[in-house]
């Protein structure tokens, strides 16, 4: 009896000895699968974080690079350099340890408008060019190859693609002020009527800055100019001044002159202002002769052929020689010129409102010369700046 109980309490000791030694072979098996999961884990996670920081340096170096070409289109207006400008600064980048290197069909140049819904569109090859887009690759098919992943072979996979595109769009402008130098323009200001009778004493003077409606104009232009001076894209500006062909006090005026031309000097204009508030000048209204002039001054040899090319016209009374402004408007619109008008004194506001409208232009209303100065202003300083997408 006493020897089946030893045998027995034998085979218990055998039998429970060796469930721990299964149960410890299961675990060692379990935790070298958990262990591969968790190094798996890691490397993944080392990969995705190489990854990510990859696609952020590719982000800076094609912004910089897109930012380098919209520069260069700006200030050299020559698309082959503004393409040389973007690879360069784009080669000067690291992105994974290697240089960003751009080939010819990474820099595109075309147009970029605003849509309704504010989002841009950028259309490449489109006229008048005023954008460039850089596609930034590092791609099989890219000068500087595609990137290698660390852990990733395991899994055979060897590299990954990143692209990033970055669009700038130069909104730098040509800018032609066109100001009306009528008789009624040397009315002062606290006078009621729109007209000036050739017997008025000021008839056959140059305007009296300190008091007439030519003096605030005059402000309103140091205004504009001096705003200009604020903005951060390179602004052309030139000066037409219109009233009608006119005979008066032995001074045969044009109906309309070029007073300054396109000029990346701003004080240019100032001066031309100042030469013109010293002289004498009469006449009527004609409207679509300044507009004319202004024309040809935002298309001729002085104009950069990558700018936009904007009018600010201004009047203080309405048209009444020549052709319908609103009609000549038409002919800025077809040269891409877009007018932005000031009705200010006795002008026509429907008919300066359709100026602008024909062109894609905003319409100011200037009851006073305060007024009118706060437009000048108001109009340079919304002008549109660089854009990046």
């Known amino acids: 009896m006493n020897g089946t109980r030893q ?3 034998f085979s218990t000791k055998w039998l429970s000895h060796r469930g721990i030694c299964t149960r410890h072979g299961a675990i060692v098996v379990l935790a070298a699968l958990m262990m591969i999961v968790f190094l798996a884990s890691v490397a993944f996670s080392v990969d995705v974080a190489y990854m990510q920081l990859t696609k952020i340096k590719l982000r800076s170096a094609t912004d910089a690079a897109a930012r380098a070409a919209g520069e260069g289109l700006s200030r050299v207006q020559d698309v082959a350099y503004a393409r040389q400008a973007a690879k360069d600064v784009a080669a000067a980048n690291l992105v994974a340890g290697q240089p960003l290197l751009l ?3 990474d820099v595109v140049f075309g147009n970029s408008s605003q849509q309704q819904s504010g989002a841009w569109a950028f259309t490449p090859g489109a006229q008048p060019i005023n954008a460039v887009r850089v596609n930034g690759r590092r791609t099989r098919e890219a000068p500087s190859g595609s990137v290698p992943i660390f852990f990733g072979r395991v899994f055979n996979v060897f590299d990954f693609q990143p692209i990033q595109a970055a669009t700038v769009v130069r ?4 800018i032609c002020i066109v100001v009306d130098r009528s008789s009624s323009m040397k009315l002062y200001l606290t006078d009621g009527g729109g007209l000036m009778s050739t017997g008025d004493s000021r008839f056959c003077q140059p305007p009296n800055m300190a008091l007439s409606r030519w003096g605030a104009l ?3 232009i140091d205004r504009f100019i001096n705003a200009l001076d604020t903005t951060p894209q390179s602004e052309y500006v030139g000066l037409v001044s219109f009233a009608s062909s006119y005979t008066a006090s032995s001074l045969t ?3 309309s002159d070029v007073n300054c031309n396109l000029s990346a000097n701003s004080s240019a204009v100032t001066s031309a202002m100042s030469t013109l508030s010293t002289k004498k ?3 009527a209204t004609n409207i679509s002769a300044g507009i004319t002039k202004g024309i040809q001054v935002l298309t001729g ?10 009018m600010v016209l201004m009047s203080d009374g309405a048209y009444n020689q020549g052709q319908v402004p609103h009609v000549v408007a038409a002919q800025a619109a077809a040269n ?3 007018i932005h008008t000031i009705t200010y004194g006795e002008a026509d506001p429907v008919e300066m409102k359709a100026i602008s409208d024909a062109t894609g232009g905003n319409n100011y209303v200037a009851p006073n010369a305060q007024a009118l100065q706060d437009a000048f202003e108001e109009i340079a300083l919304t002008l549109p700046v660089v854009f990046t997408d």
Request: proline residues 6%.
């Open 7 to 9: 045998q027995h309490a």
């Open 103 to 105: 080939d010819d069909s």
């Open 171 to 174: 909104l730098d402008r040509d």
């Open 218 to 220: 005059s402000v309103g």
């Open 253 to 255: 005026n044009n109906a």
């Open 281 to 283: 000048w009469n006449g």
């Open 301 to 310: 040899p002085s104009a950069r052929p990558f700018a936009a090319k904007t």
């Open 336 to 338: 891409d010129v877009i």
